[in-house]
């Protein structure tokens, strides 16, 4: 049989049935982003992030590196998805339509999408999409007219996906359980003499028997000097006594993550070392406090920069104080709606959700990063995840 057999033979069994939350959850995320794309005069949205098609429809797959977008507009929801994506989009999500194109046949997917969108006059892009492919919003432009298009789908849907529901909350805590118990295996396997690989199988295997699902980024572990280096990640380096050693994990459920950040010592932590473990939490306090509706991302961030001022010679910073985080896809966990930084004039709301990456790191020395995931309440930030902000000391036997 072909795609469009399998779809059907499918849908008589299967119909939505790994559909990730109950139809009312996606009605009010649909009639919210339905709501904001009436106020900005939009006809229609061309969806193509996977966590906004996964955000509004459920749709859900491993291979999100072939194109596949929803087309949403007042009344109906339409996903185009290659061939081998057809049994997800059965499975997984709950649309009004579903186009099916070869795998093989890129080109078959520009005249039903033109068809689609033809009778719609102003039609909203995420014009910073990575996933907005040239080669088919070029030819889609000649096609419809370019005037049609306008570049601010992104920001709209942003302004919903950035304030959590409860549903999503519920899913951010069961995260920062299994992300918790990662971490606290790999800490526990720590030893002078073994790879930072050792160490980051353990994590994984943790993660993964506690119920995370496909990870949108795997676990982070790096050793002494490499933690300087923002970004690098385990490569078979060997531990060595009284290193410290960094680890960043975020499980998924139902793909969404709480990560979290812990550095722990293959020996004795240094006196710098809880020194500059101290500036970390002294960071993570003055951000929690600051972070209250109506207050503006840029209040939080200039607050913090005061307490980092006395060491900002000395220790690199991202200068990225939090970033926003829900249900994402591989190649990151960062949701990308909102951060935490100077000149970020966006206030705070009650039940956004973000991750405070807070890793000082002494170039060519070492590093130290501990976070939370932290909800925005009346009262300011509180953590989701359970750090408990320690310099976990691991001697080995």
Request: proline share 5%.
């Amino acid at each position: 049989m072909d795609h469009h057999q399998y779809r059907h033979a499918l849908a008589a069994h299967l119909q939505a049935v790994e559909l990730a939350f109950p139809d009312a959850e996606f009605d009010s995320r649909q009639a919210r982003v339905r709501a904001v794309m009436a106020e900005a005069g939009l006809d229609a949205l061309l969806v193509t992030d996977p966590a906004d098609i996964y955000y509004l429809t459920g749709y859900n797959t491993f291979e999100v590196s072939v194109h596949t977008c929803l087309v949403c507009s007042a009344d109906r929801l339409v996903l185009q998805v290659p061939s081998i994506e057809t049994g997800p989009a059965v499975v997984t999500a709950r649309v009004d339509e579903l186009l099916g194109y070869r795998w093989e046949g890129i080109e078959e997917v520009l005249e039903p999408l033109a068809e689609t969108l033809s009778g719609f006059s102003s039609i909203g892009l995420d014009s910073f999409s990575p996933t907005l492919r040239h080669g088919i919003i070029g030819p889609l432009q000649q096609r419809l007219g370019v005037e049609r298009f306008r570049a601010d789908g992104g920001a709209l849907l942003d302004r919903i996906r950035i304030v959590k529901s409860e549903a999503e909350l519920a899913c951010l805590r069961e995260s920062a359980r299994i992300t918790s118990r990662g971490l606290a295996a790999a800490i526990e396997v720590i030893a002078p003499g073994m790879t930072d690989n050792d160490v980051a199988a353990e994590g994984a295997r943790a993660l993964l028997a506690a119920g995370s699902e496909f990870m949108s980024m795997q676990p982070i572990v790096t050793t002494g000097r490499r933690i300087s280096v923002i970004h690098l990640n385990h490569q078979r380096h060997r531990i060595e006594r009284d290193e410290p050693v960094f680890l960043e994990f975020g499980a998924a459920f139902r793909r969404y993550t709480a990560p979290m950040m812990r550095t722990a010592v293959a020996g004795r932590a240094s006196g710098e070392m809880h020194a500059m473990r101290d500036v970390c939490r002294s960071l993570f306090e003055t951000l929690s406090g600051a972070m209250r509706p109506g207050n503006t991302f840029d209040d939080a961030a200039r607050a913090a920069e005061s307490v980092l001022a006395p060491h900002a010679d000395r220790v690199f910073f991202s200068g990225v104080f939090g970033y926003a985080v829900g249900a994402q896809f591989p190649p990151s966990w960062v949701e990308g709606s909102g951060y935490i930084a100077r000149g970020q004039q966006r206030e705070f709301e009650a039940d956004m959700v973000f991750h405070l990456p807070l890793c000082l790191r002494l170039p060519g020395e070492w590093g130290i990063g501990i976070s939370d995931t932290v909800q925005v309440t009346p009262a300011g930030g509180v953590p989701i995840t359970d750090n408990d902000w320690q310099l976990k000391e691991r001697s080995g036997s």
